[in-house]
């Protein structure tokens, strides 16, 4: 650390430099690591461009592998450990294709596809990859939620039908370059695992919903040969992160209420691939994240607990013993906990950050039950910087039920401050001990001078499955009370002025910035980021359109549901509220016309508004520029009607 008179706050253009060590995959005689290195943002064009590093388990300091514009992501192991199988698109930006690599030596292409690539599995005799290849537009499952980069330019014109763009599985000959398509024919795969054989497990979806076939899955099991799939599970809920056990007899899956893909946090199901019978969720479990197979007999998991996180082992006798759980967050993306374990005893690996510490990749050392870092690819972005002070809550909402969050506020601040609700997406995630968060941008807003109260309201995950799915038929409802009853909670300590509030938020946070505006006048500022504005016309241009049908009541098509009355536009007329709305031109979650309507309407109401488009973005800007105008843009409206 810097000498203590030369600390400043941090910047946004030093946040976005961050790297997040990502995608662990340990040798199979575990002796070393490959993982990636994700930028934050991309200087050059909207693709974000990632490095492959290997690093012995001993903590040398790791070997980069890779160094380019390009993004390379995903390795895989071959099973002698000789070569990693890894994801690159060196060709075409964003158009993800398989590649293989002997540590040290140039990677070599090995397969082309239409579509791109989306993940790897290896043969057992290391002669081919099975590879799960989005089409050209599909909808993109990596927070930028565009459509999927093919092999060429987009088609012009574009022509849309039910079930034209799929996921689809090939089976890719490593020597030849030769691929043959192996998946059941109108069948969408999201998740794959196979033992390099005989067993192949998925989690995929029959019919043509686009993007929202994830919401309807089941677990399946495929037959290459003949191209066709057997049932092994209906879930009630969504279901993601699965895994085969090493013996293949067993099959590891997490259900629950999920408002996106890549948020699900529920229980733990095991399913017997031959007989198809299921286990009962784990005892005691609703909130794992990610759970891995250690051996044939246990896994390993990760969890959200609150604000914070906690991992173990669990055996299929239902034994179960917790780790670790504390204020730090592990797991490669802001998204769900996850670790990664060769023994399930003495070598567990994760990403581990927490507030002031950035991403690194770090062991865990059981003996002394801490995380030991061995990356320090975010050491300058640190250095001679104070962040601001930060501490979890909790406070009673008018029912009664205990709600909590993080309060952020400037490093040693006392006193009444303007404060700013940062209203998490989702809903089914929650702001935990994270270094940075996405817009808006916490730890920024209060170095600027403000309190910033970051809300876990009902329907966020960390406390099971009734709290996560309180807000279904309620959206905007009783999460809302619970938020306005935090801003409450802070206003009584004396920690906020009643007289400059504000909120802000992305995807459902902009959803709840959009439609508190039309519940209160509380407010004196509002920043709406990829909002949902009409519910039903939301539901006829979002590719995740199946959500809407899980959170409200009613139909679509019906005036007197739930898709008019919680809809901001709906009650925008009563907005009084400046109102700033930020969106990408090309996400396919919340499409620009959601923006353009909550604009339209609150300038109809005569009040004081502005929309701003990001062309090449989607649901959360990528490229540096744009990434950086939101946060500005962001602090400055604050700054202009809570400060000015």
Do not use: K
Not at 16 to 28: G, M, N, Q, Y
Not at 128 to 149: E, F, I, K, M
Not at 275 to 288: H, I, M, N, S
Not at 302 to 316: F, I, K, P, Q, V
Request: charged share 20%; glycine share 12%.
């Amino acid at each position: 650390m810097g000498d203590q008179g030369e600390l400043h706050g941090p910047t946004a253009e030093r946040l976005l430099d961050v790297r997040t060590p990502a995608e662990i995959a340990f040798a199979p005689d575990g002796s070393r690591v490959a993982f990636a290195s994700h930028s934050t943002v991309a200087d050059v064009g909207s693709f974000v461009p990632s490095d492959l590093y290997v690093v012995d388990l001993d903590g040398v300091e790791p070997v980069r592998l890779t160094n380019g514009a390009w993004s390379d992501r995903t390795p895989m192991w071959s099973p002698d450990g000789s070569r990693l199988a890894f994801l690159s698109d060196r060709i075409t930006p964003g158009h993800q294709l398989p590649y293989t690599m002997v540590p040290g030596e140039q990677p070599v292409h090995v397969g082309t596809f239409v579509g791109s690539a989306e993940s790897l599995q290896w043969s057992r005799d290391g002669e081919r990859l099975l590879v799960l290849v989005a089409d050209p537009g599909c909808y993109g499952l990596d927070w930028s939620a565009r459509a999927v980069n093919g092999a060429g330019p987009a088609p012009d014109p574009a022509i849309l039908r039910p079930g034209r763009a799929r996921r689809r599985l090939f089976l890719l000959d490593i020597a030849t370059g030769e691929s043959s398509e192996v998946g059941p024919p109108d069948t969408d795969v999201w998740e794959v695992d196979w033992d390099g054989d005989d067993t192949v497990v998925a989690i995929a979806s029959t019919q043509p919903h686009g993007g929202s076939g994830w919401y309807r899955a089941n677990v399946v099991r495929l037959d290459l040969s003949a191209r066709t799939s057997r049932t092994l599970y209906e879930p009630t809920w969504q279901i993601g992160w699965l895994s085969l056990s090493p013996d293949g007899r067993r099959v590891a899956v997490t259900e629950g209420y999920a408002s996106d893909h890549g948020l699900l946090s529920g229980s733990v199901m095991v399913i017997d691939p031959v007989d198809a019978t299921t286990t009962d969720p784990w005892p005691g479990l609703e909130t794992v994240g990610i759970a891995e197979w250690v051996d044939d007999d246990s896994l390993w998991y990760s969890r959200g607990d609150g604000t914070g996180t906690a991992c173990g082992r669990m055996w299929l006798d239902g034994r179960r013993e917790e780790r670790w759980r504390g204020d730090a967050f592990i797991g490669d993306e802001v998204t769900t906990p996850a670790c990664s374990t060769h023994d399930g005893a003495a070598t567990v690996w994760t990403t581990h950050q927490a507030h002031g510490q950035p991403p690194e990749l770090a062991r865990f050392d059981h003996a002394g039950g801490v995380w030991n870092r061995f990356t320090s690819f975010n050491a300058d972005i640190v250095d001679g910087v104070e962040f601001p002070d930060s501490r979890t809550i909790r406070w009673r909402a008018p029912d009664g039920m205990e709600i909590e969050g993080i309060l952020m506020t400037p490093r040693g601040a006392e006193g009444s401050l303007p404060l700013i609700a940062c209203v998490h997406g989702g809903p089914t995630w929650n702001w935990g001990a994270f270094f940075s968060d996405s817009e808006p941008n916490a730890v920024l807003l209060a170095s600027a001078g403000y309190a910033c109260l970051l809300p876990n309201p009902r329907g966020s995950i960390g406390r099971g499955h009734a709290f996560a799915q309180a807000v279904i038929g309620d959206s905007g409802g009783v999460d809302l009370q619970d938020v306005m009853s935090g801003i409450d909670r802070c206003i009584a300590d004396g920690l906020a002025d009643p007289d400059r509030l504000g909120i802000a938020g992305l995807s459902y946070g902009g959803f709840m910035a959009g439609w508190a505006v039309g519940q209160t006048d509380r407010f004196g500022a509002s920043v709406a980021m990829s909002v949902v504005a009409n519910n039903v016309s939301f539901h006829l241009t979002s590719e995740v359109w199946m959500y809407d049908e899980m959170i409200l009541d009613g139909e679509w098509n019906d005036p007197a549901s739930q898709y008019m009355e919680r809809s901001p536009v709906t009650h925008a007329h009563r907005c009084t509220t400046p109102t700033l709305i930020l969106q990408g031109a090309e996400d396919r979650c919340t499409p620009l016309g959601q923006g353009e309507e909550l604009y339209a309407a609150i300038a109809a109401a005569g009040t004081e508004t502005e929309l701003v488009v990001y062309p090449r973005e989607g649901h959360v800007p990528l490229e540096r520029a744009h990434a950086l105008d939101a946060i500005n843009r962001t602090q400055a409206w604050f700054d202009r009607h809570l400060r000015g």
